[in-house]
């Protein structure tokens, strides 16, 4: 299964861009990049996902490597809403059921 | 937004009774979930599902079981809770066969085995 690695912990000032790096050196081809966040007492929520292009939403925007081998999770302007633990996770097929798998995530803090 | 709910919310028992997690999603989708995750740790998926009548284990093993016989309900049991078993419990759904098909979760159970 391919595995992703991301700092344990990042901490970020209200209002400035936060970047949330994700290393995945063993993507294949076909496997799509998500991000998911989890807030305190809350199960994960979806943040946005690529293949290849760099994508943009209204929460995020995602940088993707031109090798696939590396992402990023832009915020903007982050708030301390956005005090979450981030998840990068590789779409992966286990018996043809297309499950994702999460790892410890990074955890943001935003400094007020 | 995201039609997944679980209850109970908050969940206390004791050792050895019988307890049903529940969830249910208005959304139609096909696949889902049920993940385990200790405070600070990983999600582990203990169980999955394709559709009605289909469940499958996950890569954690899990003394629960789980049932789908309607689409949008997967409820969850330990026919004799443990103090082990204290955990939260997240149920999530998507879209059968889409790779960039987003996970809808709900907000959990928060169990504890006394």
């Known amino acids: 299964d391919a595995k992703t690695t991301q700092p344990n912990s990042m901490e970020s000032n209200e209002e400035e861009p936060v970047h949330l790096p994700c290393n995945h050196s063993t993507i294949s081809g076909t496997d799509y990049i998500h991000w998911y966040r989890q807030l305190p007492s809350q199960g994960p929520e979806y943040v946005i996902h690529g293949l290849t292009s760099n994508v943009n939403n209204r929460m995020a925007s995602l940088a993707i490597a031109e090798d696939r081998k590396s992402s990023t999770l832009i915020l903007h302007r982050a708030t301390l809403r956005d005090a979450a633990v981030y998840y990068c996770?590789?779409?992966?097929?286990?018996?043809?059921?297309?499950?994702?798998?999460f790892g410890t995530g990074t955890r943001l803090t935003v400094i007020p | 937004e995201a039609d997944i709910y679980q209850t109970p919310r908050y969940l206390v028992i004791g050792t050895g009774k019988k307890i049903t997690l529940e969830c249910s999603q208005t959304?139609?989708?096909?696949?889902m979930y049920w993940y385990q995750q200790d405070p600070g740790m990983e999600l582990h998926l203990i169980h999955y599902s394709y559709g009605v009548n289909s469940t499958e284990k996950g890569d954690l093993s899990s003394e629960s079981t789980v049932s789908r016989i309607r689409t949008e309900h997967f409820p969850l049991t330990l026919e004799s809770a443990r103090p082990s078993h204290t955990s939260q419990y997240l149920c999530a759904s998507t879209l059968q066969g889409a790779k960039g098909e987003k996970l809808f979760f709900g907000s959990g159970t928060q169990l504890s085995v006394l």
């Open positions: 996770i590789l779409s992966a097929t286990m018996g043809g059921a297309n499950n994702l798998f």
């Open positions: 959304m139609g989708h096909d696949k």
